[in-house]
């Protein structure tokens, strides 16, 4: 998709999301060069806040180049919101189900269009209790294997302080006013991945590399140090089944 066809329906959610936006934050936008003029592409973003769609969206859009998102399938149906999501040509995901490779085959199809497919690779807001993003799940570097497409590491922070993740009251902290800051960077290097068998070995550690560059970017932002490893809500979770059943935890 070139920088020149938004369409209608993406126009229409920018006047109607752009202006507060404008209004209630500061904006830190950075490394718009690294987002391609041409040819389709991925971009995998870090998740710390139901805000952060709104805020990668409202920076990529002002590139020119409009992301498609992967969303929840229940997002679809009905209401405005909806509408909005069908109108712009939102991907949706059918998660357990056998609908669920729709979402991937639909990715690489948008990406031989031209276009630019938006994939939070860690699917779902960050678990991390630093703010970190966590182990990745494999369907970015799966359609990045398959499509061979720039993957463009892109680093966010702000929306959670605004709205953080899993607070027990969903209330905006808008005073005093946050800064959305967004940041791409260079295309994650995946060259030694391709022409190779995509086993889960493979995968993942494409998946690794991908958000190992969403998480240098990250600690440029923030001017900190992230884990060694990334949180891995998994095994965290099995882990504290095992204290609660008595075991031990090595």
Not at 85 to 95: A, D
Not at 226 to 235: F, G, L, T
């Amino acid at each position: 998709m070139s920088r020149r066809r938004i369409g209608f329906w993406y126009r229409l959610a920018a006047v109607i999301a752009k202006p507060p936006l404008v209004v209630l934050f500061k904006r830190d936008w950075q490394g718009m060069e690294h987002i391609p003029e041409e040819g389709g592409f991925i971009t995998a973003v870090n998740h710390n806040s139901y805000l952060d769609p709104l805020s990668y969206a409202h920076y990529q859009y002002n590139t020119g180049r409009v992301p498609r998102f992967l969303a929840k399938a229940a997002l679809f149906r009905g209401s405005f919101v909806g509408a909005i999501l069908r109108g712009t040509g939102q991907i949706p995901v059918y998660r357990e189900t056998t609908d669920a490779l729709d979402a991937f085959r639909a990715a690489v199809t948008a990406i031989e269009r031209g276009e630019c497919v938006a994939f939070y690779p860690e699917g779902t807001l960050t678990r991390d209790p630093e703010m970190w993003p966590m182990a990745g799940k494999t369907g970015a570097a799966r359609v990045a294997l398959m499509t061979r497409a720039p993957v463009i590491p892109v680093a966010q922070w702000g929306a959670n302080l605004a709205m953080p993740p899993y607070a027990r009251e969903n209330k905006l902290r808008l005073l005093p006013r946050k800064t959305l800051i967004v940041r791409a960077g260079p295309p994650v290097d995946l060259d030694r991945f391709y022409g190779k068998e995509p086993t889960g070995e493979v995968l993942r550690e494409a998946t690794e590399a991908i958000m190992a560059a969403i998480t240098e970017l990250l600690q440029e932002v923030r001017g900190e140090q992230a884990p060694p490893e990334p949180y891995d809500h998994r095994k965290a979770r099995l882990a504290q089944r095992r204290r609660a059943a008595g075991e031990e935890v090595t």
